[in-house]
């Protein structure tokens, strides 16, 4: 099946600084990628869809200068953390869309990212 | 709308009994929805599929119901495992080919 990796799997950052999280599909090409985030005991919230070559659409309420995605090739699309913040701390999961994909489920998710910020 | 977990659900069941987990979707025009498994520190896993057009679905060991008039989805588990204690969500798919989670459930399987 699709499978799709992320990179780190965990970090741990200082208040202020940038963390910048990689998703990658592993064995398809992914025009549309989409960046999820879950806080403790809760739901996958979408944050932003990805689309190669042209710029992420961001969900209501989140901030895209803060979030920056970047889906440069059809592999791989990357959120960078801007100034990040004890707030921000959460799991990053991102999924991604194999258009070959023959059933309805195209949707194919990666194993998450721990964000702890300090 | 979409649905927020504020706070998550927790069914006990003992190993061997069987399991069933309920969702409310919020979009009477969905017409695709998804059960997944999320494991601690892990991504979703999927389990098991259904359409609008369809009102059961089996898989192996799991079954889906869709009740269309009460905007209702259910995830049966039979002869429930240690291994399948994880938190369990369903996901509808929007018009625009968005997924909208759950609020999930905790399942707990007691040896």
């Known amino acids: 099946g699709a499978v799709v990796s992320q990179h780190p799997s965990r970090v741990i950052c200082k208040s202020g600084t940038s963390v910048k999280i990689e998703c990658r599909s592993l064995?398809?090409?992914?025009?549309?990628m989409f960046w999820y985030r879950q806080f403790p005991k809760q739901s996958l919230m979408l944050m932003a869809t990805?689309?190669?070559?042209?710029?992420?659409?961001?969900e209501q309420g989140v901030e895209k200068d803060k979030f920056l995605i970047n889906h440069a090739s059809l592999t791989l699309s990357t959120l960078t953390v801007t100034s990040a913040h004890p707030e921000d701390s959460s799991f990053y999961i991102c999924?991604?869309?194999?258009?070959?994909?023959?059933?309805?489920?195209?949707?194919?998710f990666g194993p998450g990212t721990r964000l702890t910020v300090l | 709308g979409e649905s927020v977990g504020l706070h998550l659900p927790t069914l006990s069941v003992q190993e061997g009994d069987n399991s069933i987990i309920n969702c409310a979707y919020s979009?009477?025009?969905?017409?695709?929805f998804i059960w997944y498994k999320q494991e601690s520190g892990k991504g979703p896993q999927f389990i098991i599929d259904?359409?609008?057009?369809?009102d059961k679905r089996q898989g192996q060991r799991v079954t889906v119901l869709l009740n269309k008039t009460v905007k209702h989805l259910s995830l049966q588990i039979a002869a429930t495992q240690p291994g399948d204690s994880a938190v369990y969500f369903c996901?509808?798919?929007?018009?625009?080919?968005?997924?909208?989670f759950g609020t999930g459930t905790l399942l707990a399987v007691q040896p």
């Open positions: 996901a509808e798919k929007s018009a625009t080919n968005k997924l909208i």
């Open positions: 990805s689309n190669e070559g042209s710029k992420a659409t961001y």
């Open positions: 259904i359409r609008s057009n369809m």
């Open positions: 979009n009477s025009a969905s017409d695709y």
């Open positions: 999924s991604a869309r194999d258009p070959a994909a023959v059933a309805y489920n195209e949707q194919f």
């Open positions: 064995d398809f090409q992914a025009t549309t």
